[in-house]
Nanobody, 125 residues
């Protein structure tokens, strides 16, 4: 099973910024969806930002205006620019990819075919 590899996590103060990156460990077909999911404060994994192969972008309400997702279809890489990080943003961030075109499913954890192991974003006092 192809693994996605996340990078860019770390410690940051509230109000700070981080950029996360995701790339496949080996060749995969161009996914329909690629997205970022997180597990924060013991909550269930949730989709927060995704982009499909047509360039349509989706965000969870909690990150709109602060996070920006982008994708390079030539390399199947995904980036998440996170600004104005707040305590509720700290947690484990996962990259997911779905190969099947399914309208409205890009933020759905059950629609993903490939996952990374996650990268941790923590609070720094």
């Amino acid at each position: 099973l192809v693994q996605l590899v996340e990078s860019g996590g770390g410690s940051v103060q509230a109000g700070g910024s981080l950029t996360l990156s995701c790339s496949p460990s080996e060749y995969i077909e161009i996914p329909y969806c690629m997205g970022w999911f997180r597990e924060a404060r013991g909550n269930q994994r949730e989709g927060i930002a995704a982009i499909d192969s047509d360039g349509h972008i989706m965000y969870a309400e909690s990150v709109k205006g602060r996070f920006t997702v982008s994708r390079d279809n030539t390399k199947n890489t995904l980036t998440l620019q996170m600004n104005d990080l707040q305590p509720e943003d700290f947690g484990l961030y996962y990259c997911g990819a779905s190969l099947t075109k399914e309208t409205g499913a890009c933020l759905n954890i059950y629609a993903m075919d490939h996952w990374g192991r996650g990268t941790l974003v923590t609070f720094s006092s």
